[in-house]
């Protein structure tokens, strides 16, 4: 065991690098991880529920959490949709001292990095770019245009990788996971 304190871990990388993927995985196998649940502007998809996948909410009230200043971070992601971490539950749980996950966009980390800049910044990475590629086609949610206009973001985003302080490649979810949460402190089990 280590005896690395509780703070605040931020994973970002590409569209369909497997950051759902790898949260899912976390949520699953290390439970004493706490994710945090962003708020959105986006329509829930079939089988996502309120308060546990996003807090779905209208573009008045994600306004209104903006102005209040309720969000930690928020960005436009994909050119449409607001995201945007409530601050208040991840205070809570610092001052709790139990580790806290944000998965949440390059703009959004970029946002994090100057209000908590002691925060640990992941950047999950495709073994290649051919294999993003094959991720987003593969997961099938997105039209030829809209993956198109994903995977030129994505070439940009690529480069912000050396921005972070760990870079961890997703070829295997299990393995990704385990040296996700060991920089977190957490024994892998
Ligand atoms: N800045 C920011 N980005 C977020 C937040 N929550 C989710 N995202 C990002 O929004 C993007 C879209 O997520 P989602 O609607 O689930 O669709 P996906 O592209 O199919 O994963 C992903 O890149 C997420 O990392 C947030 O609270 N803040
Ligand atoms: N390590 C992996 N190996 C192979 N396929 C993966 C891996 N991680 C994720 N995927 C697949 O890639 C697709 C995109 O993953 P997803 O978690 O939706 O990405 P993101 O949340 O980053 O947009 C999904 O179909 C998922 O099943």
């Given amino acids: ?70 969000l930690l971070e928020w960005a436009v992601v994909h050119g449409r949709n607001r995201y945007g971490t409530p601050r208040r539950p991840v205070e809570e749980r610092l001052a709790d001292g139990k580790p806290a996950l944000l998965e949440i966009d390059l703009q959004g980390a970029r946002q994090v990095r100057k209000s908590m800049p002691d925060a640990h910044f992941v950047f999950l990475a495709p073994p290649s770019f051919a294999e993003l590629e094959r991720r987003l086609v593969g997961r099938g949610t997105e039209d030829a245009e809209e993956r198109e206009r994903r995977l030129s973001t994505a070439r940009v985003e690529l480069a912000a990788a050396a921005e972070f302080d760990l870079v961890i490649v997703n070829d295997d979810v299990h393995r990704a996971t385990d040296e996700l949460v060991r920089g977190m402190g957490i024994a892998t089990r």
Wanted: charged share 25%; no cysteine.
């Fill in 1 to 70: 065991m280590t005896t690395t304190p509780a703070r605040l871990t931020v994973l970002a990388g590409p569209t369909a690098v497997g950051k759902g993927t790898v949260s899912a995985d976390v949520r699953t196998r290390y439970p004493e991880v706490w994710l945090s649940v962003s708020a959105t502007t986006r329509p829930p998809r079939p089988g996502e529920v309120d308060g546990v996948h996003y807090l779905f909410v209208s573009a008045d009230e994600f306004d209104r959490m903006v102005e209040r200043g309720d």
